[in-house]
């Protein structure tokens, strides 16, 4: 019996994942003006009908003096389907975080951003510190913003293993504002918090506002926990046609960064187009390619926190041709202390013995804190070799 199928026994409701990816599609194609996600991308699907206590029909509650304060802090996840969904069969240890990867369309948190305008202002006593309500406009009048952006904006959160009986868990939001957060903040009760799993830790993330979601109701029924899995996923088309997906974002990202301006604050700021361009290309598209392709670990030691994976360019960004920047093969996943050697040209990879090579200006006695001396192989073929030849040249010996 599907997931589905047991709802229904539950529920009154036997929606299928086909269903729900028409009815999140319908959405995203006619009222958020983003074409449609392609169903055999994803393992599953799980929505979450927003219901915390500090939701409010039309009103949510910040913090006036820092104005950071958001209603969604994080999901309840109940019921042993949603955690198979989320864990797999390891659902069963307790007070476990695992950090995930969540993609979000750029124009979808436009929308959001849009349609979340304040109308009304007004200061909240009786509690600890004063908060303000803020109203939701009546968006009846109609909505505009600009689109036509087919870019993903890259953040994380982290799941947590909580044990309650066996059969509760949370995703949270990272403390650090990031898109995540930027999307929690347009949360309102009565909203559908959507999560397409690509992997256990990759996930494409929506808000469905409860105005625009009649059609994912009536499919969905009462509830408020609903994983679907996708009974035709195929792993390895799903791994293929996600990198054709983000290939197209590295695509445009890099057009996009190869138009930039630099806004004149920042260059007062003694940072110039090569640094922030680094630093854009080291945690966007490109990196998230990386990951898709190699694993979220860095490639010399055995870091795997995202937030502290960079994605490096082994022949410089500013010689390699356009072909060449979209390459994969042309791109290292290092963690932040190894990218940092990596680009300073302080270590390299030997294309002979495909050993790493440490330059004279690394002291020796910090080989051990760097994981220089234990660090792992990294096998060539003969494209990165290639370009691997280029970053020898620059070596610092």
Partial sequence: MTIGEQRKDREGTMATYSEVMGEINAFLKDINKLQPLQDTLFRGVFVKRLSNSNLVPGKKYKFLETGTKTNQTHLDLTGQDTLKFFFGNNNDAENEYTQIMIDIPVDHLKFLECIDVQSEHIEKKGR???????????????????????????????????????????INRLHNRDKYFDLCACAYEGDFMVFLQHTMNHY??????????????GVLGTG?????????????????????????????????IDEAVIDEPLEKKGYDKEQITKVRVGQG???????????????????????VLRASHIKSWK?????????????LL?????????????????IETDQLLISTLVPKDQYSELKLDDAKQIRMGERM????REHNKSFEK
């Fill in 224 to 256: 408020s926990n609903f994983p679907f899995v996708n009974l035709a996923f195929n792993e390895e088309q799903s791994r293929e046609d996600f990198c054709v997906v983000i290939k197209e974002n590295v695509k445009q990202e890099f057009s996009e």
């Fill in 385 to 388: 070799k290639a370009y691997m």
């Fill in 204 to 217: 494409v993330c929506l808000l469905i506002p409860s105005e625009f979601a009649d059609g994912l109701t």
């Fill in 128 to 170: 600890e510190k004063a908060d303000a309500v803020v109203l939701k406009r009546d968006i009846s009048e109609g909505y505009d913003f600009d689109h036509g952006s087919d870019l993903y904006y890259y953040a994380y959160a982290y799941k947590k293993q909580e044990g309650h009986a066996g059969e509760q868990s949370q």
């Fill in 334 to 350: 290092l963690c932040a202390n190894h990218d940092a050697l990596f680009d300073r040209n302080m270590i390299t990879i030997d």
């Fill in 285 to 307: 598209a490109f990196r998230r390619l990386l990951i898709e392709q190699r694993g979220c670990t860095c490639q010399l030691c055995n870091i795997n926190v995202p937030e």
């Fill in 319 to 331: 010689e390699s041709s356009a072909e060449e920047k979209l390459d994969t093969q042309n791109g």
